[in-house]
């Protein structure tokens, strides 16, 4: 198994990264685990694609929910493309709130391996007006 | 790897830097924020250097050289969650101004002289 390569073929699996601790800078690197027998390197890509989103799902979900609370009246989106993003539409715009939305947004990327940093996009709903190419599905 | 010391002078010079643009005012918003979330930046790991015992222990490599690292310690170490709340908001604000081209206004860049103050003070308040 080479660590040449962010991806290397060994026995099916699903995804895991791992970390050197040797105290020195280092990269981290994923690897996927490939069944050579029963998908090609772009599937297997393709499957830890899948994997991201379905956990960002479940953290732009438990946001969502989260949030309800500081801000009812706010539109949540999710959207996977051009990156994994949340966009918070609310009409309040003041600094505290912003910062309180983000707050939340930091509890909900907690328990995940390599907390996704960035995910949170705060506008005004004119703002979001003339950006909806980034707003993607709905989820209150 | 640089001292605490050499990230709190790059972040004087950074502040330095942004007035001299024009501030909030600057004929290059884009820009100014981008400097600023650098100075926020090299704050955050001044605290990391003095810090690197708490780095190590949550579980994170020595030294930090990534944002997404960075803010990983920020918030796998919950004293710090306030520290990741502010670099969350400001490195994504750093994005909508480099990458989608979004123009702050002057509003918009003393909310970020406010966000850069607020990571100071928490900072000196963990002491």
Not at chain 2, 87 to 108: A, G, H, L, V
Request: include cysteine; charged fraction near 30%; proline fraction near 4%.
């Amino acid at each position: 198994m080479s660590l040449l390569y962010p991806e290397a073929s060994t026995a099916s699996g699903r995804e895991i990264t791992l970390r050197s601790y040797l105290g020195q800078a280092d990269t981290s690197v994923r690897l996927v685990f490939v069944s050579p027998s029963l998908e090609t390197l772009s599937e297997a890509r393709s499957r830890v694609r899948r994997f991201d989103i379905a956990e960002w799902r479940n953290v732009v979900e438990q946001f969502a929910e989260n949030s309800r609370e500081l801000d009812a009246d706010a539109e949540v989106w999710a959207s996977t493309e051009p990156e994994l993003l949340v966009t918070v539409v609310t009409a309040r715009d003041d600094l505290d709130h912003e910062l309180a939305l983000h707050a939340i947004f930091v509890d909900s990327v907690r328990n995940l391996d390599e907390p996704a940093m960035g995910g949170l996009v705060v506008r005004t709903p004119d703002d979001a007006r003339t950006r909806q190419l980034y707003l993607g599905q709905r989820l209150r | 790897v640089p001292t605490a010391e050499q990230h709190r002078a790059q972040v004087a010079a950074n502040r330095e830097l942004y007035d001299e643009i024009g501030g909030r005012r600057s004929a290059h918003p884009d820009w100014a924020l981008t400097i600023l979330f650098y100075a926020a930046v090299h704050e955050i790991a001044a605290l990391l250097v003095e810090k690197r015992g708490t780095v190590i222990g949550s579980g994170y490599a020595w030294p930090v050289t990534t944002h997404g690292d960075r803010y990983g310690v920020l918030v796998k170490h919950t004293p710090w969650n306030r520290l990741a709340t502010y670099y969350d908001n400001f490195y994504r604000w750093s994005r909508r101004t480099r990458y989608d081209c979004e123009m702050p206004d002057e509003d918009r860049l003393r909310k970020m002289e406010d966000v850069l103050e607020r990571i100071r003070e928490e900072i000196a308040a963990l002491g």
